[in-house]
């Protein structure tokens, strides 16, 4: 992703040569996959509902290999553009039980169905779409948790809607707290997790109203949320997110000490942009992520997806009615965006770096560029019936299901695909 139009390339680390023969072993050795196609139609999947779930494992066919052309390795996937795909969507809100409420788009009335139908296309290359078989396979015996606010709760719904056509999971939640759940997949012994913490530091509502009514937060910048800190030892994959929460309102504690806040409108209180507590707070939770001595895991940062609002702000008329993708040269990654951006690409090199010394990997989810070209993809006003009486904004921040997000699981197929062709490429040519 050039910054200059909104992109800049975070290219795969090239792998050198490597023969056809050591290409195939490895890809032998990392996966099978089943006969089933990548763009299999909906309606030939298997449906497994929650309560036929099997207990014996299930294990494919090894008849076909991952096919990963060498270009991959040069390739930006998370640069390009979005193309039409009449296969999409892969499921629908009447086939999978995980979509929340408020972005069940398709329930609360949404005419269109045009979002649903598009696919992200690299520069370079091609990316495939979602296989739930492959990616089970890939996950067999295996952890992963989601660790954020509620669009990294969306994407994790977003994965469980694309796995269902393989199999549904069955509830290990030690809570009934909807946001610490984890989710077992019997057949392939994988486990799927989230933990809520949309500041990923310590955090205490200080006042239900505060300046934009929204609440008012203290944030302890330089403390672990250990709600989520001391859970992940056992995790092989940690998908770290935020952003959108640290739009509220703040007081910023160092030290237990008051050093700034955000728009807080205090007397004798130094106001900071936005950026200044979720540098330390991204900062933060790498830490604690590298203070672990017991987990040995891979953490994933995706990056922010950007909301759409237009036409007034969130809770001042704000809406997000577009029906089309834009294309890469129609909007860029500016203001804010790009602040939030960088600051996420910073302090992932930083913690990346500190992290290396103890082993540990370090892996980014670049989906800002491509989010930022879905202003279509939002719930708007259809996640709750108009004639509802609560207050509810139009909702321009998460994302419907079906919808644009599903891509996120391509990106992550594709992440994990790599990061097994790494791992066969260090063992076939050790260091040292």
Not at 176 to 204: C, G, I, Q, R
Request: net charge neutral; charged share 20%.
């Amino acid at each position: 992703m050039k910054v200059t139009n909104g992109k800049q390339n975070h290219q795969a680390t090239t792998l050198g040569t490597t023969s056809k023969t050591l290409i195939l072993v490895t890809l032998l050795t990392l996966i099978t996959l089943t006969v089933v196609p990548l763009y299999y139609p909906l309606h030939k999947y298997p449906s497994t509902h929650p309560s036929s779930t099997t207990t014996s494992p299930v294990y494919h066919s090894q008849d076909e290999l991952i096919k990963i052309n060498d270009n991959h390795h040069r390739c930006d996937v998370f640069s390009g553009e979005w193309i039409r795909n009449p296969d999409a969507p892969y499921y629908t809100n009447m086939t999978c039980w995980a979509i929340h409420e408020h972005q069940n788009c398709q329930k609360y009335g949404r005419p269109d169905s045009d979002f649903m139908k598009w696919r992200w296309k690299p520069d370079g290359c091609d990316l495939p779409i979602f296989n739930p078989y492959q990616f089970l396979e890939i996950v067999r015996d295996k952890s992963l948790a989601f660790v954020g606010d509620s669009v990294g709760r969306n994407q994790m719904q977003s994965l469980m809607c694309m796995l269902s056509r393989v199999e549904y999971p069955i509830d290990k939640s030690a809570t009934t707290d909807e946001h610490f759940k984890h989710w077992y997949y019997v057949s392939y012994n994988f486990t799927l997790a989230t933990y809520w913490s949309p500041f990923l530091v310590k955090a205490e509502e200080a006042s239900a109203d505060g300046p934009t009514h929204t609440g008012l937060f203290n944030l302890y910048l330089d403390e672990f949320d250990e709600k989520w800190t001391t859970q992940i030892d056992g995790f092989n994959y940690l998908i770290i997110n935020a952003g959108h929460w640290f739009w509220r309102p703040a007081l910023y504690y160092d030290n237990r000490q008051v050093v700034g806040c955000r728009y807080c409108q205090l007397d004798n209180i130094t106001d900071y942009p936005m950026t200044f507590g979720y540098r330390k707070a991204i900062r933060t939770a790498f830490k604690a992520i590298n203070n672990r001595e017991n987990f040995k895991g891979i953490t994933i940062l995706r990056t922010f997806a950007p909301m759409h609002f237009e036409g007034g702000e969130w809770n001042n008329g704000g809406d997000c009615v577009r029906k089309m993708p834009f294309k890469s040269n129609e909007i860029t990654l500016e203001g804010i965006n790009l602040e939030l951006y960088m600051t996420q690409i910073e302090e992932f090199k930083r913690g990346e770096k500190m992290g290396k010394q103890r082993g540990l990997k370090y892996r980014l989810l670049d989906t800002t560029q491509a989010m930022l070209m879905r202003p279509d993809g939002h719930p708007s006003r259809y996640g709750h019936w108009p004639n509802e009486n609560v207050t509810l904004y139009n909702d321009c921040v998460h994302w419907c299901l079906p919808g644009p997000i599903d891509t996120w699981s391509d990106f992550l197929l594709h992440t994990l695909k790599m990061e097994g062709l790494r791992s066969a490429e260090e063992r076939s040519h050790p260091r040292g």
